[in-house]
């Protein structure tokens, strides 16, 4: 199995996970609660991660600002699969996501080679998931609710897709 093979039975199982997340709890939670859910089902999996790192924005190499990544999960080997470097999750919960949350994966994966913490330096791809937040009125509406996925790589500073497990193309 290849590297991107890896990185898509990888996604397939945090997709999996963050919909059992959702299955359980419902829709209409704060971000943080669908995290820590995510973070037990994590420790279940025996997926390794860090929770809210510190991400430094750096301007003209200088250090800007701080930002706090979601889930930072290391490389790793797992029974499916293995990562050979490490990748960046960012949550959301929110109707759908938009452009202004692709633009904020993008500044993290250009700034993350620049921070001096070597758990950074390899990270090329990173995750936006979305745990919708529709209306939970017991109708079924699969665009309202759910689970939304996109899967991230930088190339010459513009993010690639992936993966989506929704039905339209959305690159940055």
């Given amino acids: 199995m290849n590297d991107k093979e890896h990185l898509l039975k990888f996604t397939q199982q945090i997709l999996a996970l963050a919909e059992n997340v959702y299955i359980e709890l419902g829709s209409g939670y704060k971000e943080d609660t669908y ?25 003209q190499g200088e250090s800007l600002s701080l930002f706090r990544l979601d889930f930072l999960i290391p490389a790793q080997k797992n029974r499916r699969w293995q990562l050979k470097d490490p990748i960046i999750i960012e949550t959301k919960a929110l109707p759908s996501l938009n452009d202004s949350h692709r633009l904020q994966l993008k ?7 620049k921070n001096s913490s070597e758990s950074f330096k390899n990270v090329k791809q990173g995750c936006l998931l979305n ?38 193309d959305s690159n940055a």
């Fill in 131 to 168: 745990w919708k937040a529709g209306l939970d009125d017991g109708s079924v509406d699969n665009d309202k609710e759910g689970v939304q996925l996109e899967l991230y790589t930088l190339r010459a500073k513009k993010l690639s897709t992936l993966f989506s497990n929704e039905d339209e």
């Fill in 107 to 113: 500044n993290y994966l250009l700034s993350c080679p």
């Fill in 35 to 59: 995290q820590k859910a995510l973070a037990i089902n994590f420790r279940k999996h025996k997926i390794k991660y860090y929770k809210e790192s510190n991400i430094e924005i750096f301007f």
